[in-house]
C-alpha cells in the first residue's frame, strides 16, 4: 500500500514539472529579480525585469521557477511574482506600435529592444499590445518573442 501512494505521488509531481517545463510566465510586480541561483542574496542578482517581462519555464527548484528571456539568458525567479499573463518583448533594435494591425496604420509609439508589453488580443500575425504606461497598439509578433 505505501508503495503505491508514494508511486502516485511521484508521478503527481513529474506530471506537474512536465507541465510547468516550456510554459510562458509573465513577470507580474513592477520590477523582479532573477538571479544566478535559487537562492535570494544581494550577491546573485543576474537582471532586474519590468512589469511583463516575458520568461520560459525550464524547471523548478523550490519556491523558484528556472527561467529563460529571449536573449537566451537563463536565471531564477520566485514562483510567487510571476503569473501567466500572455505577454511579449521587443527582440528588434525598434519596434513600431501602430493603431492597427497593418504596416499602413499610424506609428503611436517605437519601442526599443527589451521592451515588454501585455498581450490584449491577436489578429493574424499581428498582436494587440498594451505597455505599463496605458499605450496601446498593434505591432507584428516577428518583432516580438513571448506570447
Known amino acids: 500500500?505505501?508503495?503505491?501512494?508514494?508511486?502516485?505521488?511521484?508521478?503527481?509531481?513529474l506530471c506537474w514539472a512536465a507541465v510547468a517545463y516550456g510554459e510562458m510566465v509573465?513577470?507580474?510586480?513592477?520590477?523582479?529579480?532573477?538571479?544566478?541561483?535559487?537562492?535570494?542574496n544581494q550577491y546573485n542578482l543576474f537582471i532586474q525585469a519590468p512589469i511583463h517581462y516575458p520568461l520560459r519555464v525550464l524547471g523548478t527548484e523550490g519556491a523558484?521557477?528556472?527561467?529563460?528571456?529571449?536573449?537566451?539568458?537563463?536565471?531564477?525567479?520566485?514562483?510567487?511574482?510571476?503569473?501567466?499573463?500572455?505577454?511579449a518583448v521587443v527582440t528588434?533594435?525598434?519596434?513600431?506600435?501602430?493603431?492597427?494591425?497593418?504596416?499602413?496604420?499610424k506609428v503611436i509609439l517605437r519601442a526599443e529592444r527589451g521592451v515588454s508589453f501585455k498581450v490584449i488580443k491577436e489578429s493574424g500575425e499581428w498582436l494587440q499590445l498594451e505597455h505599463a504606461s496605458g499605450s496601446t497598439g498593434w505591432m507584428h509578433k516577428n518583432l516580438l518573442w513571448g506570447y
Not at 1 to 13: E, G, P, W
Not at 26 to 40: C, F, G, L, M, Y
Not at 72 to 86: E, L
Request: net charge positive.
Open 92 to 105: 528588434v533594435g525598434r519596434g513600431n506600435l501602430r493603431s492597427g494591425p497593418g504596416t499602413s496604420n
Open 64 to 87: 523558484f521557477y528556472k527561467v529563460m528571456d529571449y536573449r537566451g539568458q537563463q536565471g531564477y525567479i520566485d514562483t510567487d511574482i510571476v503569473d501567466k499573463t500572455r505577454s
Open 26 to 40: 509573465s513577470v507580474a510586480v513592477d520590477r523582479a529579480n532573477i538571479r544566478e541561483t535559487p537562492k535570494i
Open 1 to 13: 500500500m505505501k508503495f503505491r501512494t508514494v508511486t502516485t505521488v511521484l508521478l503527481i509531481l
